[in-house]
T-cell receptor, first 114, second 114 residues
Framework: EPEVTQTPSHQVTQMGQEVILRCVPI?????FYWYRQILGQKVEFLVS????????KSEIFDDQFSVERPDGSNFTLKIRSTKLEDSAMYFC????????????FGNGTRLTVT | GENVEQHPSTLSVQEGDSAVIKCTYS??????FPWYKQELGKGPQLIID?????GEKKDQRIAVTLNKTAKHFSLHITETQPEDSAVYFC?????????????FGTGTRLKVLA
């Protein structure tokens, strides 16, 4: 069964550094998402992406964050200048349709900011 | 804003017993309700979903019920097994005009005791 893959599985960075989290969504999916999960807490929406542009973003997704689909397969999340509170699991997800369609999640990247 | 409440936060059951997890949503326009299972170190995996035109759906040992009037939906797992131990998240679609995303509950840590 096709799956969403994310790299790296764990990223450690120093405060103020830039990080790029990478995702390869399921190949025939059209909608892409990033979610965040702080340890032990719920899964929070960050951003959705369709047709090479952001569809929607949450208040968490401020100017420090950006997303890009640089080629036909990768979908990246960049955090420009990391803060301690950015430490979390970051999940990429994709779906076939925009509405009433299951999200397929990757296994996540654990970001640790020191 | 939209909100999904989930109870209980932790649940321990004996192997073979049933487990029930309940969620309440606030957006009366929500019409799609997926349930995800998250095992340690992995991303959430869809286990069952229900649409608002259906009151109940069953898949082997797992069932979901939806009460649109009360804005409640529940996950039922029968004949629980140790491999059912995981964190379970409910979610509801948010259909504010011009946006679409899932709002997740806070999660239930299910422990099945052998």
């Amino acid at each position: 069964e096709p799956e969403v893959t994310q790299t790296p599985s764990h990223q450690v960075t120093q405060m103020g550094q830039e990080v790029i989290l990478r995702c390869v969504p399921i190949s025939n999916h059209l909608y892409f998402y990033w979610y965040r999960q702080i340890l032990g807490q719920k899964v929070e929406f960050l951003v959705s992406f369709y047709n090479n542009e952001i569809s929607e973003k949450s208040e968490i997704f401020d100017d420090q964050f950006s997303v890009e689909r640089p080629d036909g397969s990768n979908f990246t999340l960049k955090i420009r200048s990391t803060k301690l509170e950015d430490s979390a699991m970051y999940f990429c997800a994709s779906s076939s349709y925009r509405i009433n369609s299951p999200l397929h999640f990757g296994n996540g990247t654990r970001l640790t900011v020191t | 804003g939209e909100n999904v409440e989930q109870h209980p936060s932790t649940l321990s059951v004996q192997e073979g017993d049933s487990a029930v997890i309940k969620c309440t949503y606030s957006d009366s326009a929500s019409n799609y309700f997926p349930w995800y299972k998250q095992e340690l170190g992995k991303g959430p995996q869809l286990i069952i979903d229900i649409r608002s035109n259906v009151g109940e759906k069953k898949d082997q040992r797992i069932a979901v019920t939806l009460n649109k009037t009360a804005k409640h939906f529940s996950l039922h797992i029968t004949e629980t097994q140790p491999e059912d131990s995981a964190v379970y998240f409910c979610a509801a679609s948010s259909t504010d005009p011009g946006t679409y995303k899932y709002i997740f509950g806070t999660g239930t840590r299910l422990k099945v005791l052998a």
